[in-house]
């Protein structure tokens, strides 16, 4: 099924921001079309969307506003399209197994807690939420009510903790940066996932996949 594109106000001052390519690839990263072609492919409900960028460093490569990929985003997010494709394959593919094989029910709705946002990390450098290739993910609810908390469940016990930790641990593996309520205080209620150059997995379980890749000796996040 073709996703349902609703276009939003595109003005011509934004028109350099749709110009970029959104992802890399075997053979060079793939034109803005042929990006919201791979959108049109999968399920996702989005919409193109306009991004006032404050700054050069806050420009999204094919802004999209996702309402829904394997489940619904509540609330819609705005990230790059590269970055909406690789969340539809690993929601689709890891966290809606994950959930099955935990609760034995489907994930009806992400909570996500932030997307795109135009700001810096303590360090001082600009954080990925300010080009679209992260998000923060604050719960689920699944179909069948359970609701589950980063906040809540990632200390405690039973499903709700193995299914988080899991996912987070899968995502680490899939993602640059991971960061959950191990990492800091910033992170006590949600798990910050990024596509950015730099590679940590946040959680004590877990090592980094390659530690070599960790070349600073802290990448945390703004929030
Ligand atoms: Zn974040």
Known sequence: MSAR???TGIALASATLWLAACGGGPSGPPSSAEC??????????YSQAKVEARSSSCVIDTPVRVTKTAMSWKPAGTVACGFALRLDTFLRDTAEPLAREHFGSSIRT?????TYSCK?????RWSEHASGRAIDVGGFE???????????????????RAFLHDLARAACRDFSVVLTPDADHDHYNHIHIDAGRYKKCGMKSAKSPDPRLETEARVADAE
């Open 120 to 124: 810096r990390m303590p360090s001082g």
């Open 142 to 160: 699944l179909e069948n009510g359970t609701y589950i908390s980063v906040e809540k469940d990632w200390h405690g016990g039973g499903a709700k």
């Open 5 to 7: 594109r609703a276009w």
């Open 36 to 45: 919201l072609a791979s959108l049109d492919r999968t399920d996702m409900v």
């Open 110 to 114: 992400m909570r996500e807690f932030g």
